[in-house]
């Protein structure tokens, strides 16, 4: 099993940034792939960046060259760097991780608005 607990969200600017962290509760060398998803308030949950253990990232469309994603397998951490924020960025974003099962933290709110 895997615990998920996201931090660091926030109201922030339209154009500021924010980064915001997901802990794991135990080592994420051995986790396959790793991704922060978010949920607007009466829309579905979407993907918005994967980072797998060989170091690979993809990036929803709506956030490529404005989100950067990272994980720090020294500290179990996985982040989110988020840039040039717009008000449709704000939503309610979740850490997810494949580790023999589906594990998703508890959600972290972005708001963006001025």
């Known amino acids: 099993q895997v615990q998920l607990v996201e931090s660091g969200g926030g109201l922030v600017q339209p154009g500021g940034s924010l980064r915001i962290s997901c802990a794991a509760s135990?080592?994420?060398?051995?986790?396959?792939?790793m991704a922060w998803y978010r949920q607007a308030p009466g829309k579905e949950r979407d993907l918005v960046a994967t980072?797998?253990?060989?170091?690979?990232?993809n990036y929803a469309d709506s956030v490529k060259g404005r989100f950067t994603i990272s994980r720090d397998n020294a500290k179990n951490t996985l982040y989110l760097q988020m840039n040039s924020l717009k008000p449709e960025d704000t939503a309610l974003y979740y850490c997810?991780?494949?580790?023999?099962?589906?594990?998703w933290g508890q959600g972290t709110q972005v708001t963006v608005s001025s």
């Open positions: 135990r080592s994420i060398i051995g986790i396959a792939t």
């Open positions: 997810y991780v494949y580790y023999g099962g589906h594990y």
């Open positions: 980072f797998t253990s060989s170091g690979r990232t």
